[in-house]
């Protein structure tokens, strides 16, 4: 049974993978268009009070395109995301909003949903083969 259990989740390794490389490659778009819209908009930034009246150092989370990358992970992981990072930005750029929030629900809800998905969907496929091959063996038991 425990051999059986890990053999599902095993068998669609493939396709986890994929959903890996799609989400590092949303994540490096996005850390793109991010360090080049908050990281690099010193015009917005620099020196501007943020909602809570202190200065934000948005290049600390913007600055370049691998720290927008672990920002963004930060926010996908739903880690102190609200009050660290998004409200600077939106207070700033409101329309930024959409795009986490866009974020977040593809990531973190659609991405998600695909993984359980798929080991569910194997679990099922590697339970009903385990129930086969069990009726199987009683049949030829029989003869």
């Known amino acids: 049974p425990f051999l059986t259990s890990w053999?599902?989740?095993?068998?669609?390794?493939?396709?986890?993978?994929?959903?890996?490389?799609?989400?590092?490659c949303l994540i490096y778009v996005c850390a793109i268009f991010l360090t080049m819209q908050v990281g690099h908009n010193h015009e917005a930034y620099l020196g501007?009070?943020?909602?809570?009246?202190?200065?934000w150092a948005y290049s600390t989370y913007f600055g370049?395109?691998?720290?927008?990358m672990?920002?963004?992970?930060?926010?996908?992981t739903l880690d102190n995301w609200a009050d660290g990072i998004v409200r600077h930005v939106i207070?700033?750029?409101?329309?930024?909003?959409?795009?986490?929030?866009?974020?977040i629900l593809s990531t973190t809800y659609g991405l998600?949903?695909?993984v359980v998905g798929?080991?569910?969907?194997n679990t099922l496929g590697t339970a009903t083969?385990?129930?086969?091959?069990?009726?199987?063996?009683?049949e030829e038991e029989k003869k």
Not at 118 to 121: D, L, N, R
Not at 129 to 138: A, C, G, M, W
């Open 7 to 24: 053999t599902a989740p095993l068998g669609k390794v493939r396709t986890l993978a994929w959903v890996a490389v799609f989400l590092v």
């Open 48 to 55: 501007a009070l943020s909602y809570d009246g202190t200065e």
């Open 64 to 68: 370049t395109v691998p720290r927008s």
């Open 70 to 76: 672990l920002t963004l992970w930060q926010v996908i």
């Open 91 to 103: 207070h700033q750029q409101p329309l930024m909003g959409f795009l986490f929030i866009l974020l």
């Open 112 to 114: 998600l949903n695909i």
């Open 118 to 121: 798929v080991i569910v969907e």
């Open 129 to 138: 083969r385990t129930q086969e091959q069990v009726e199987q063996e009683k």
